[in-house]
């Protein structure tokens, strides 16, 4: 389903949007990994919905995609 491929990106983007400085890490990495989701329950985050091209879904959003 999904390849066995790993890859070593380097984060190029500094986003302090988020209250939660690890939560901004993690879009940091979303963006500059080329992402196309994020799935949380993370409230904060879930709020945002979308940053940049990545959409910010939860748990029970992803299993119905």
């Given at each position: 389903m999904y390849p066995q491929e790993s890859r070593k990106n380097q984060i190029t983007k500094d986003v302090k949007i988020l209250g939660d400085e690890?939560?901004?890490?993690?879009?940091?990495?979303?963006?500059c990994g080329n992402a196309g989701i994020?799935?949380?329950?993370?409230?904060?985050?879930?709020?945002l919905g979308k940053y940049e091209k990545v959409r910010i879904i939860t748990l029970k959003e992803y299993l119905i995609l």
């Open positions: 690890p939560d901004n890490r993690i879009l940091e990495c979303a963006v994020i799935v949380t329950g993370d409230k904060e985050m879930l709020n």
